[in-house]
Nanobody, 121 residues
Framework: QVQLVESGGGLVQPGGSLRLSCAAP????????MGWYRQAPGKQRELVAR?????????NYADSVKGRFTISRDNAKNTVSLQMNSLKPEDTAIYYC?????????????WGQGTQVTVSS
């Protein structure tokens, strides 16, 4: 069973920063499209940031996080990170790492267990 292991969530004051990390098996990291989603209480899960399907496709960010959040990857460590700056109370949610098998037969996809981010004074 594929495991995506997230870390880095917590409680932070408005305006603060957090960094989330997601470790994936090498076979997933190399061939799947990696991204971060979040789900706030009472709301649907939404895209936060996601690498494009190809290296030239760029990165997709939700409008609400553009300029504040940055997704990055470490190919040597098979990890994807989400640097979150200037956090707002509305960023409070459970954040999930996602691996999309866009180019894999039957397009499997996997979710991490989620990590809570709470922005509050």
């Amino acid at each position: 069973q594929v495991q995506l292991v997230e870390s880095g969530g917590g409680l932070v004051q408005p305006g603060g920063s957090l960094r989330l990390s997601c470790a994936a098996p090498g076979s997933i990291f190399r061939f799947y499209v990696m991204g971060w989603y979040r789900q706030a209480p009472g709301k649907q899960r939404e895209l936060v940031a996601r690498f494009g399907a190809t290296s030239s496709a760029g990165i997709n960010y939700a409008d609400s996080v553009k300029g504040r959040f940055t997704i990055s990857r470490d190919n040597a460590k098979n990890t994807v990170s989400l640097q979150m700056n200037s956090l707002k109370p509305e960023d409070t949610a459970i954040y999930y790492c996602h691996a999309d098998g866009l180019f894999v037969k039957d397009r499997p996809h996997y979710w991490g267990q989620g990590t809570q981010v709470t922005v509050s004074s």
